[in-house]
């Protein structure tokens, strides 16, 4: 049996460094997934809006038509989304970088302000902000919940899909930076 190296902080011998540096060769689109959280008095203000930017989404099945986002446990979307089932995705452009770094900031302000100037629609079956000028568009019911280490797996139905926005190229995230394809 061999030793671990004390620094590695975990058993398998990758350090957290390491396995972030490699991750981060790993090209990934970047969506901004949002709820509406409900109000806990029908009587008072009518529920908040909730976004955060990911880039660990996939599609799962096209039969039935599935989707996983990962959440990091404990993060507000994934507290709101064990109580919560109605979800969206919008798949960002190019041109929607400063939405996904609004979106990302940690310790940011409360989420009502962050959704003041972004164009969106309300989608019809989950209630949740789309993104206008966004590259696609989906709404969401989870099926599923899997804890996976620090995160969550969730893994939802799509209810709707929609290509609003042909123009523009994805936007990217590659080592630690949002860019765009040439």
């Given at each position: 049996?061999?030793?671990?190296?004390?620094?590695?902080?975990?058993?398998?011998?990758?350090?957290?460094?390491?396995?972030?540096?490699?991750?981060?060769?790993?090209?990934?689109?970047?969506?901004?997934?949002?709820?509406?959280?409900?109000?806990?008095?029908?009587?008072?203000?009518?529920?908040?809006?909730?976004?955060?930017?990911?880039?660990?989404?996939?599609?799962?099945?096209?039969?039935p038509p599935l989707v996983?986002?990962?959440?990091?446990?404990?993060?507000?979307?994934?507290?709101?989304?064990?109580?919560?089932?109605?979800?969206?995705?919008s798949v960002l452009s190019?041109?929607?970088?400063?939405?996904?770094?609004?979106?990302?900031?940690?310790?940011?302000?409360?989420?009502?302000?962050?959704?003041?100037?972004?164009?969106?629609?309300?989608?019809?079956?989950?209630?949740?902000?789309?993104?206008?000028?966004?590259?696609?568009?989906?709404?969401?019911?989870?099926?599923?919940?899997?804890?996976?280490?620090?995160?969550?797996l969730v893994i939802g139905?799509?209810?709707?899909?929609?290509?609003?926005?042909?123009?523009?190229?994805?936007?990217?995230?590659?080592?630690?930076?949002?860019?765009?394809?040439?």
């Amino acid at each position: 049996m061999s030793a671990v190296p004390p620094s590695s902080g975990h058993p398998e011998g990758v350090s957290n460094d390491e396995f972030r540096a490699a991750m981060s060769r790993l090209a990934a689109g970047v969506v901004l997934v949002t709820s509406h959280e409900p109000a806990l008095d029908p009587e008072g203000p009518k529920g908040e809006d909730v976004g955060m930017t990911a880039t660990a989404f996939m599609s799962v099945s096209l039969d039935p038509p599935l989707v996983l986002v990962s959440l990091r446990e404990g993060a507000r979307m994934d507290d709101l989304l064990a109580e919560q089932p109605l979800w969206a995705v919008s798949v960002l452009s190019e041109s929607q970088r400063h939405i996904a770094g609004r979106f990302a900031m940690k310790g940011r302000v409360s989420d009502r302000l962050l959704f003041e100037d972004i164009p969106y629609v309300r989608g019809e079956a989950s209630g949740a902000p789309l993104v206008g000028g966004a590259l696609a568009t989906l709404e969401c019911r989870t099926e599923q919940r899997v804890q996976a280490g620090d995160h969550t797996l969730v893994i939802g139905r799509v209810l709707t899909a929609r290509v609003p926005s042909a123009e523009g190229g994805p936007l990217m995230y590659f080592r630690g930076r949002y860019r765009h394809l040439k």
